[in-house]
């Protein structure tokens, strides 16, 4: 088992200090911060498309474009998205279940010019008869090989907390102010509920304070 994993094992379920920020409470609770690192001083990211473990193809890329978009709403470094289907994405094994050598993280640091890469896995998804999805997503260091961020997740439509949170995030930061019937969509549309997913993961990214 690579380092990496063990790193992700023993941490996951450690809380970071810096949390969400004070206007949103998300229950997004299983990931971990690396204390010593600044992600804001990270520079490029890659985002890799996410790997699908569910029996509903388009939930990847519906899901990966929910948090790139999400991810860069955050500015805390640059980040480019490369899909499952790009040749190097092939060529330099950037599956989730990678071990990877420090030959190999500087081979994609070279090929991809970036400073670290972020991949995952859609360990669940249903849409019916309510939905569900579950996330695991790890953010590694290409220079060093740290683990700088790491997440596991799953969302229940069914769940009351959940409705509250999905309504709130969508009265409060979608439709402010809305009494509408929309506010409430987020736990019965597949996009909207994937978009408050990918809010509340990457309110998780928090930089160093």
């Not at 509250?164 to 009494?179: A, F, M, N, V």
Request: glycine share 6%; hydrophobic share 40%; net charge neutral.
């Amino acid at each position: 088992m690579s380092s990496f994993k063990i790193i992700f094992l023993l941490l996951l379920f450690f809380v970071s200090g810096c949390g969400v920020n004070s206007s949103y409470k998300s229950a997004a609770n299983s990931y971990f911060l690396n204390p010593d690192k600044d992600l804001s001083a990270v520079g490029r990211v890659v985002l890799v498309e996410l790997v699908n473990d569910s029996a509903y193809p388009q939930i990847s890329a519906d899901t990966t474009d929910a948090l790139y978009e999400a991810m860069q709403k955050k500015q805390l470094f640059g980040l480019t998205l490369i899909r499952q289907s790009d040749p190097a994405c092939r060529n330099l094994q950037l599956g989730m279940n990678t071990a990877y050598t420090f030959e190999q993280l500087s081979a994609i640091r070279r090929t991809l010019k970036c400073d670290a890469i972020l991949r995952g896995t859609i360990t669940r998804y249903q849409p019916f008869p309510h939905m569900v999805i579950g996330l695991r997503l790890d953010l590694v260091d290409l220079a060093e090989g740290q683990l700088l961020w790491a997440f596991e997740e799953i969302w229940d439509t069914a769940d009351k907390n959940t409705q509250d949170r999905i309504k709130d995030y969508y009265s409060h930061h979608i439709l402010p102010g809305s009494e509408s019937l929309e506010v409430g969509l987020g736990t019965v549309s597949s996009i909207k509920f994937i978009k408050f997913v990918a809010f509340e993961t990457a309110e998780t990214l928090q930089p160093k304070r």
